[in-house]
């Protein structure tokens, strides 16, 4: 059974930084994309950052320069390190991990909270 472990959310002050961690575990095959969403009140569930298994990454235009995206392939974990944070990335952080080409899984969710 695929779990996904996630934590480092918490309540962080503008400017402020966080780390999100995102530990899978009971994979047996080779993960391809791992990445970060989240989603505020009342709007929908928006890509943060997302690297692949060659290295690739991208980020959301809001995030650039500001959030970095990192994986430990041996402990198939993924790393969102936010600095400078904003009120407006306010919300729950959910880990994504893609297994091969078809096994989708997410991760219940940390929420981080920017108080201005």
């Known amino acids: 059974q695929v779990q996904l472990a996630e934590s480092g959310g918490g309540l962080v002050q503008d400017g402020g930084s966080l780390r999100l961690s995102c530990a899978a575990s009971g994979i047996t095959r080779s993960i391809n994309v791992m990445g970060w969403y989240r989603q505020a009140p009342g709007k929908q569930r928006e890509l943060v950052a997302q690297t692949t298994s060659t290295g690739t990454s991208n980020y959301a235009d809001s995030v650039k320069g500001r959030f970095t995206i990192s994986r430990d392939n041996a402990k198939n974990t993924v790393y969102l390190q936010m600095n400078s944070l904003k009120p407006e990335d306010t919300a729950v952080y959910y880990c994504?991990?893609?297994?091969?080409?078809?096994?989708?899984?997410w991760g219940q969710g940390t929420q981080v909270t920017v108080s201005s």
């Open positions: 994504r991990v893609v297994v091969g080409v078809f096994y989708n899984y």
